[in-house]
């Protein structure tokens, strides 16, 4: 029951297009039975009365009356209509927003698919339930209530036996919204299920076809929608049973006029037109409870949905900013680790472990080890993707949880190792994080990322639309946009996390030509596994299982004779071949 009323309360903001819904639909039924009225005067006093102005008069009524009901049906449907979009419209946009409040360990666990059932499906279901229950509620109701007044006024023996179905029926519609909501929910959980599955393989495509998995991947989405449609299959039998016994109920009723009223017809208690108009009007009532029926259903579903879309609206985000927090802005960049560990929200262990070290403003750390070792989660603590398990993480001596998230987030540049362009132009991606920069500024920052002389070979120049008509980046262009984006930025603490390490030779030189300008004068955290890109920093973090192992230079380390230095012989010695193959 809560679900529903949270639902109803998006009505809030629109009460007074829900009023102006009711007050148009009381007016056109207002109209509609005047139109009968009208014509019955007509003939009654114009033509069978020989009064002509009577004739015209009733006529232009006619007319009138036909342009108000028009004009109220218009309104009547408009309003409600405009009633649904708008809550739907709402509710996108809240989920959306509050989406981006979550924090990385949500989306760590949670399925893309799933997400957007939600923001679409569920959402569309609200939808139809603020486009028809409010109407049908107030129209089934009114007329129910109506007739079964006038039904006791006509003979109320008759009346309460012939309604007598009606408590029956409130039972079943009881019973059946609870199984319905029930079965509703599981539709919409596989619906998510199968989005899912479309869009890993729409994302996807590509691998699904180079390792010409397309059989056993249409059998999984095959398993998938079969499923989602024997569970709509069996919501559909249920709603299908339950219009079965509202119909079942409503001839039951009619049998109680046929018996119980003949009875009384013979015993001459009533005569034979009164049971007639009685018959009429209790027919009346059939199709209210039908509505009743599909209200119900509409309602069961829109409370499954509503579940579903409450469930993430009624996340917390872990990662907050705190009240007051320290504006970030004017930070040096002085960047230290104290015993810091850390252990992602859903893993049982830990992937850092006591880490302690400091950066001064304005140098270089490299981070070096194994895959898994823990370079990019160290990295993410800065920014506060995610917070420390223990220790502290401090930025020119203050702890990162006291700043101000955003300004913080903002002064922390980053470049990874997969660049993500939007379907926008090239413009707009390199301002993605100031989308005031002028034309100047953001020439300049591509320029500094050796992105402008390519820029300027495209068809439209930094006008460009990425992906549009088959317009597509190389890996190393959209490294150099990235780097352009974060320069753009002019951040204090720069992450490079593998921004190298999917190109070729060539591209990399000029990603580090641009890279050493984007460095100067910022803290730089730089991942990469070609010892090359590494050597000039000033302090090298050797990590292994989340666990700092070696510090040190470049020299200092050779020095040492440890895991860094068995890679630099290693990778000195896949470079010689090379090399001479080259010359
Ligand atoms: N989002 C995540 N959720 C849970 N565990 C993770 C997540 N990301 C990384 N890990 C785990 O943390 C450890 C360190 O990973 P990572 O920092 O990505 O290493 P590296 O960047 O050095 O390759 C690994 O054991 C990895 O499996
Ligand atoms: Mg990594």
Excluded: C
Aim: proline share 3%; net charge positive; charged share 20%.
């Amino acid at each position: 029951m809560s679900v529903l009323w949270r639902i109803l309360s998006y009505l809030r903001p629109y009460r007074r297009t829900l009023l102006s819904g009711y007050v148009a639909l009381l007016l056109s039924v207002a109209a509609q039975l005047a139109i009968p009225r009208l014509v019955e005067v007509a003939i009654d006093r114009g033509i069978a009365g020989q009064q002509k102005h009577v004739v015209l008069a009733a006529s232009a009524a006619l007319v009138l009356a036909g342009i108000a009901q028009g004009l109220l049906t218009f309104a009547r449907s408009y309003s409600f209509q405009a009633l649904a979009e708008n809550i739907a419209y709402r509710l996108r946009r809240e989920l959306y927003e509050h989406l981006e409040r979550l924090s990385f360990s949500f989306f760590d666990q949670a399925y893309t698919g799933q997400l957007m059932a939600r923001a679409t499906e569920d959402v569309n279901a609200i939808r139809r339930f603020f486009w028809v229950v409010p109407r049908i509620a107030v129209q089934s109701l009114g007329t129910l209530v109506a007739v079964s007044v006038m039904l006791f006024l006509m003979n109320w023996r008759l009346a309460a036996l012939s309604l007598s179905v009606l408590p029956l029926l409130a039972l079943a519609t009881v019973h059946f919204s609870q199984k319905a909501r029930h079965l509703f929910l599981e539709v919409q959980q596989q619906f998510g299920v199968m989005t899912t599955v479309l869009q890993e393989n729409l994302a996807g495509a590509r691998i699904v076809r180079a390792f010409a998995r397309e059989d056993a991947e249409r059998a999984r989405f095959d398993t998938e929608l079969h499923t989602l449609q024997q569970r709509s299959l069996r919501a559909a039998r249920w709603s299908s049973l339950y219009t079965a016994v509202v119909t079942t109920l409503g001839a039951l009723g009619i049998v109680a006029v046929v018996w119980y009223g003949g009875r009384q017809v013979l015993a001459g208690h009533l005569s034979i037109g009164q049971l007639t108009a009685f018959y009429f009007l209790l027919v009346l009532t059939t199709q209210p409870i039908r509505m009743l029926g599909w209200m119900v259903s509409s309602t069961a579903r829109a409370i499954a949905s509503g579940q579903r879309v409450f469930e993430v609206l009624d996340l917390r985000p872990e990662i907050l900013s705190p009240p007051n927090g320290i504006d970030a802005s004017g930070i040096r960049g002085a960047v230290e680790f104290r015993s810091v560990s850390f252990r992602y929200p859903e893993s049982g262990t830990a992937s850092l472990h006591d880490i302690t070290f400091a950066a001064e403003p304005g140098q270089r750390i490299a981070l070096f080890g194994p895959t898994g070792s823990g370079k990019s989660t160290l990295v993410a603590l800065i920014p506060r993707f995610y917070d420390v398990t223990e220790g502290t993480v401090l930025i020119d001596g203050v702890d990162v949880r006291a700043y101000d998230l955003h300004s913080l987030r903002r002064r922390v540049g980053l470049v990874l190792q997969d660049t993500l362009l939007f379907s926008v132009s090239i413009r707009e991606n390199i301002a993605f994080g100031r989308p005031d920069a002028s034309e100047e500024e953001i020439i300049e920052a591509a320029r500094a990322a050796q992105a402008h002389d390519f820029i300027m070979d495209l068809p439209f120049g930094y006008d460009t639309v990425v992906g549009e008509r088959g317009i597509s980046l190389s890996g190393g262009q959209k490294q150099r946009i990235a780097i352009a984006r974060a320069l753009l930025m002019d951040p204090r603490i720069l992450v490079l996390d593998e921004a190298t390490s999917s190109v070729d030779a060539e591209t990399d030189r000029l990603i580090q030509q641009a890279l050493q300008r984007l460095m100067e004068g910022r803290t730089a955290f730089i991942i990469a596994h070609r010892i090359l890109t590494l050597q000039n920093a000033d302090l090298i973090l050797v990590l292994e299982n989340g666990r700092l192992v070696e510090r040190g230079t470049h020299e200092e380390l050779l020095a040492r004779g440890g895991l860094y230095a068995r890679q630099y012989a290693r990778q000195a010695q896949e470079q010689v071949p090379l090399r001479s193959a080259g010359d």
